[in-house]
């Protein structure tokens, strides 16, 4: 599990422990009630009815999207062994070029001269696996990596928010006149916590189009493999 997730779900409990206060201090203050103020009693059960309907519709987004959180570690190390990767590929030019190679002074006519042809469209070759395709390859899982490390840090920021609401909520408990508020305190911060959570999906949505798009158009910029490849 990587540090982000590990934060997040450590203030997923928090929240938890913080409704379950809330619906022990309004259950208390409840009992409190006199009959002729019954009215009020009712209102507030019916109000965090709703509430709690809309805290399960919460976890259950959350559940969803935990399921897949995605890991940005892991795509970053593959990131840099696509990079390593085609640069490996690219210094092999430096083994091809005319300065280290002794076919022409030990090799001669035709056949040498074919072979000699040939280099420039192996070059061509090992550099564009690198520009053209490991370097793509790279940047578009670093681009996704950094836009789930920016979801779950617009989620942990949600749930900071929300756990702020629920503290004033649970405040507002202490009095009757204040009880009827705590439904409501509450589910302004769900809904908070729910358009500052929707801003990280639409980020990852997002990053994650492009990233699939690039991965599924990018190719290496040469259409066939050097004719020496295939001969």
Do not use: C, H
Not at 137 to 160: H, K, Q, R
Not at 183 to 201: D, R, T
């Amino acid at each position: 599990m990587n540090p982000i997730i590990d934060r997040v779900l450590e203030l997923l409990e928090k929240i938890q422990q913080k409704l379950d206060e809330i619906v022990r201090l309004i259950n208390a203050v409840l009992r409190t009630i006199p009959v002729y103020l019954s009215w009020i009693a009712d209102r507030v059960k019916d109000a965090w009815d709703t509430t709690m309907q809309k805290i399960k519709e919460m976890w259950d987004w959350l559940a969803d999207k935990l399921s897949y959180v995605g890991n940005p570690f892991v795509l970053n190390g593959a990131a840099d062994g696509w990079k390593k990767m085609g640069g490996q590929v690219s210094r092999i030019n430096d083994t091809i070029v005319d300065a280290n190679l002794s076919v022409d002074d030990r090799w001669a006519g035709r056949a040498a001269d074919q072979y000699q042809q040939s280099l420039e469209p192996q070059r061509r070759a090992n550099t564009s696996i690198m520009s053209d395709y490991a370097e793509n390859i790279g940047n578009a899982m670093s681009g996704l990596a950094v836009a789930i490390t920016v979801f779950w840090g617009a989620v942990a920021v949600a749930i900071i928010t929300l756990l702020s609401a629920l503290a004033g909520a649970a405040v507002a408990t202490g009095t009757i006149i204040g009880l009827p508020a705590v439904p409501v305190l509450v589910g302004l911060g769900i809904a908070g916590f729910l358009v500052a959570a929707g801003a990280g999906v639409a980020i990852l949505y997002v990053s994650a189009g492009q990233a699939r798009t690039t991965m599924t158009s990018t190719s290496a910029g040469i259409t066939t493999w050097p004719s020496i490849a295939t001969a």
